[in-house]
């Protein structure tokens, strides 16, 4: 789906994270409504890496490919 480097693309990915919490943040403090609203917001960002389409329609188009 995607090239190069894995690890980059986490990196990417734990940047956009810390748009949301910043690093030491105590994770007790943030409740399953934001990480959810968080969640929701990063899998429906467009990626360059994935040709500008977003996560969600990445996974839901490689799943509707292998149904029943």
């Known amino acids: 789906m995607t090239e190069g480097n894995p690890y980059l693309h986490?990196?990417?990915t734990n940047g956009l994270i810390r748009r949301y919490i910043p690093?030491?943040?105590?994770?007790?403090?943030?409740?399953?409504?934001e990480i959810i609203?968080?969640?929701n917001d990063l899998n429906n960002r467009p990626r360059k890496t994935l040709g500008y389409k977003?996560?969600?329609e990445v996974f839901y188009k490689?799943?509707?490919?292998?149904?029943?």
């Open 62 to 68: 490689e799943v509707s490919r292998h149904e029943l």
């Open 54 to 56: 977003t996560p969600a």
């Open 37 to 39: 609203q968080i969640q």
């Open 10 to 12: 986490n990196e990417n």
């Open 23 to 33: 690093k030491k943040t105590d994770f007790t403090t943030i409740s399953d409504k």
